[in-house]
């Protein structure tokens, strides 16, 4: 086999024991999970948080506030330029609630390492009366025997 060949395949094998790994796998579950998580709390700002809040300030439409910095001209084909700061407050909002979700979360499994550092570990049972017996042979024996041979 050639030179490159080895490479190459010593570099696809690295790849698969890389891929196999839990930790590869289970980030790349975190991820598709976090990204369907990531659509849920859009929806829920978009279409749950943020109309009321709308409500109240006189039926604003948060996704629809703006500063236009130059207007569309229809005739030059040319789009409007705006800023356009309800989009803003919505990923602000949105990022706020993912940042109280992912803080419960590591509230949680603190809370759940804390309980289990603080469980008393459970004593190593004494072991059968034959055993104890063979172990106390075992230690007369090495008393015995001289440490020079």
Do not use: C, H
């Amino acid at each position: 086999m050639s030179e490159p060949a080895k490479v190459k395949l010593s570099i696809f094998g690295e790849f698969r024991e890389f891929i196999a790994r839990g930790n590869v796998v289970d980030l790349a579950v975190g991820v598709i999970i976090g990204a369907a998580f990531n659509d849920i709390v859009k929806s829920l700002v978009d279409n749950i948080v943020m109309p009321p809040i709308g409500v109240l300030l006189s039926g604003v439409d948060f996704s629809q506030l703006k500063v236009v910095l130059k207007a569309a001209d229809p005739v030059k084909k040319a789009a409007e330029v705006a800023i356009q700061y309800g989009l803003f407050l919505n990923t602000v909002i949105r990022f706020v609630i993912v940042a109280w979700v992912v803080f419960l979360l590591v509230k949680g499994v603190n809370a759940i390492r804390r309980r289990e550092a603080e469980t008393p570990t459970a004593e190593k049972p004494a072991p059968p009366p034959q055993e104890a017996l063979l172990m106390e042979i075992r230690d007369l024996l090495k008393a015995q025997t001289p440490t020079g041979s």
